[in-house]
């Protein structure tokens, strides 16, 4: 049975930083890409950062390229989630998910249909 487990959120000031953690068990962890989600209330869950499954390639939502930044340690099973310079906007749940694909191709992992398991969630508050 795999298992994700987020941890790191809170409330922060706009321009401050947060860290995001993610571990998962239960499965081949180098296997798969993983990916971070964020839902904000009243919208669609939506695609944050994706990695690929040893590290070496990740891709981002373009409203957070630059500010945000995640890795892996596949001998410790955890991925995460820096998020610098935050902003408001970036006010939301924010879910790590265990992706169905071993890379990260463009226009598809972002897709929920493609995530074999979810975390649970952590909150993440931004104020002005």
């Known amino acids: 049975q795999v298992q994700v487990v987020e941890s790191g959120g809170g409330s922060v000031q706009a321009g401050g930083s947060l860290t995001l953690s993610c571990t998962a068990s239960g499965l081949t962890f180098d296997d798969h890409a993983m990916a971070w989600f964020r839902q904000a209330p009243g919208k669609e869950r939506e695609g944050v950062s994706c990695i690929n499954w040893n590290g070496f390639a990740t891709v981002y939502e373009d409203a957070v390229t630059g500010r945000f930044t995640t890795s892996r340690d596949n001998a410790k099973n955890t991925v995460d989630l820096q998020m610098g310079n935050l902003k408001p906007e970036d006010t939301a749940m924010y879910y790590c998910?265990?992706?169905?694909?071993?890379?990260?191709?463009?226009?598809?992992?972002?897709?929920?249909?493609?995530?074999?398991?979810w975390g649970q969630g952590t909150q993440v508050v931004v104020s002005s």
């Open positions: 998910a265990v992706s169905s694909y071993i890379n990260c191709p463009s226009g598809s992992w972002q897709q929920s249909k493609k995530v074999i398991s």
